[in-house]
């Protein structure tokens, strides 16, 4: 195997994981619009995205082991390879978490009630900001931004926990309605998560660094 | 780097799995004594199995690059190196998820009301079969029961949704409890998901087939 096909493979690896992370961005933020409008339209858009990023998923797991095999990989290749493998379960759980959120929209409307609207739009808007980020820094590889928002992983943690009190306290929408909005709350607190992970092993990837707040 | 020390090694790392897996079998057993009974001996253990589940986690994290800075690695090697890093994030999550559960047992008490015991017992029962199956495959590597675990991924399932009907219908234990125990469900069926992924992983290591039923 030539050295340029080998680079190719890695170049193919990268626009795969860059692809992928874009539709991460989307589908949470499509799933969003159904959650708050039962938008049927995004909806669609979000089973969409799922499928390419499930398509994309299996690409990346594919060219793998055709990375692996290479004659004396160097440890910069082995280190793409290790957050690549990382960074596709992270974006193949951020389009799970994005077809959760969009189907508690097409159950019950309105699936947040006006008491709740202002803190699911904030976790919402926090989730998909946090997508943004990993794939901007996924395509940049810039190492301060990766490592910012590799120590991003407790912004999401606050506004849970406002939710939670919100739920188990003066609720007065009902408890159908509590019990959906504590499993969305969450969805975009483990979303928001998975990108901060893209972001680490970004950070990994650029640094040869594991950053992390806490174990 | 002698064979024999490399060789070394890779016991080195499937020790540390077999050991962690053990550590997160017992975790969620503790963990469901916090959540019925409020045990505070309980509480202690899974602080600790955590504790132990975070020390390997790191040492197998600081293992992987030794390994793959070995001189040509054969394609057995890596496969166990791609396996061991799923596996460690899979049961990392395990030990976090029993953490959580612990956390709802000491909350309000008691945690499960008597019209969803029987439900959430099942549910942590089952999250413990398919915990301790993984730890048997992971030591036994039969890749017959390694491919039935991969894929057992909708045991869990049924269960839940059985739950939320309960939660979300005729419940009269109050919203605060309906959402507790609609995060407790969930965090069983994540921690079922973890172990089945540990199963698909170990097929994957004796088979170097991926197993499974759905995208």
């Known amino acids: 195997m030539h050295r340029a096909a080998h680079l190719e493979d890695f170049d193919r690896l990268t626009g795969l994981l860059a692809r992928m992370s874009r539709h991460a961005v989307t589908a949470v933020r499509n799933a969003t619009a159904v959650l708050f409008d039962g938008d049927g339209q995004a909806a669609?858009?979000?089973?969409?995205?799922?499928?390419?990023?499930?398509?994309?998923?299996?690409?990346?797991?594919?060219?793998?082991?055709?990375?692996?095999?290479?004659?004396?990989?160097?440890?910069?290749?082995?280190?793409?390879?290790?957050?690549?493998?990382?960074?596709?379960?992270?974006?193949?759980?951020?389009?799970?978490?994005?077809?959760?959120?969009?189907?508690?929209?097409?159950?019950?409307?309105?699936?947040?009630?006006?008491?709740?609207?202002?803190?699911?739009?904030?976790?919402?808007?926090?989730?998909?900001?946090?997508?943004?980020?990993?794939?901007?820094?996924l395509s940049t590889r810039d190492a301060i931004a990766a490592m910012q928002l590799a120590l991003d992983d407790d912004v999401t943690d606050a506004l849970q926990r406002e939710l939670f009190a919100l739920l188990t306290g003066d609720w007065h929408e009902g408890t159908p309605a509590a019990v959906d909005l504590a499993m969305v709350g969450r969805f975009y607190e483990r979303f928001a998560d998975h990108a901060v992970s893209v972001g680490r092993q970004v950070a990994y990837l650029v640094t040869g660094l594991m950053i992390t707040s806490e174990p």
Chains 1, 2 share one sequence.
């Open 44 to 137: 669609a858009a979000v089973t969409a995205d799922r499928a390419r990023i499930g398509d994309l998923y299996r690409q990346i797991e594919d060219l793998i082991p055709t990375l692996l095999a290479r004659q004396q990989p160097v440890a910069s290749d082995l280190r793409l390879v290790m957050a690549a493998v990382r960074m596709n379960a992270d974006m193949q759980r951020m389009g799970a978490l994005a077809g959760h959120i969009a189907a508690r929209g097409l159950g019950r409307q309105p699936a947040v009630p006006p008491q709740a609207r202002r803190l699911v739009a904030a976790m919402a808007e926090t989730a998909a900001a946090l997508a943004e980020k990993s794939s901007i820094v």
